[in-house]
């Protein structure tokens, strides 16, 4: 992983490529490397996160900018990592990197907005949030 001056605790998991994640071209899809980013973001958030956090907040998606590095392919087994960049008002940058072995695959960059779950409008990350990205939380 390469140095990301990360507020939270990288976060990681392994997957192997199905057949279901494959395009004609016999490579992982772009949408599927997309679904990906969001699984990783959600997961987790959700194990960071508590059931009153949740019942207060919720986090929406403003943009996504992915950098395709090296393709992966059927029965690859590909290591996903995420962690919290800087957050500043009601928006958090999420990083994600996907590897096959010490290959990067994937390198995207998620502004994410924290959403008033009552107003359903944009609200500002305070120290319930900051508190729970802090580093050494519930990695």
């Known amino acids: ?11 990681s998991y ?4 199905a057949e279901k994640d494959i395009d004609e071209l016999l490579h992982v899809n772009n949408v599927v490397y997309l679904q990906w980013v969001n699984d990783i ?7 960071l996160s508590s059931k009153s956090l949740n019942e207060k907040y919720f986090w929406v998606v403003l943009r996504h900018e992915l950098d395709y590095l090296s393709q992966a ?3 690859d087994e590909l290591t996903l990592v995420t962690w919290v960049g800087h957050s500043r008002g009601a928006k958090s940058v999420r990083h994600v990197e996907i590897y096959k072995g010490e290959t990067l695959c994937l390198k995207a ?6 959403i008033d779950a009552q107003t359903l409008k944009p609200t ?5 949030i900051l508190d729970t990205l802090k580093p050494g939380q519930k990695s």
Request: hydrophobic share 35%.
């Open 1 to 11: 992983m390469q140095d990301n001056g990360a507020n939270t605790v990288p976060y």
């Open 14 to 17: 392994t997957l192997k490529v």
């Open 41 to 47: 973001s959600d997961r987790h958030w959700n194990k």
């Open 73 to 75: 392919v059927l029965h």
């Open 109 to 114: 960059a998620s502004t994410w907005c924290l």
């Open 124 to 128: 500002r990350i305070k120290d319930d």
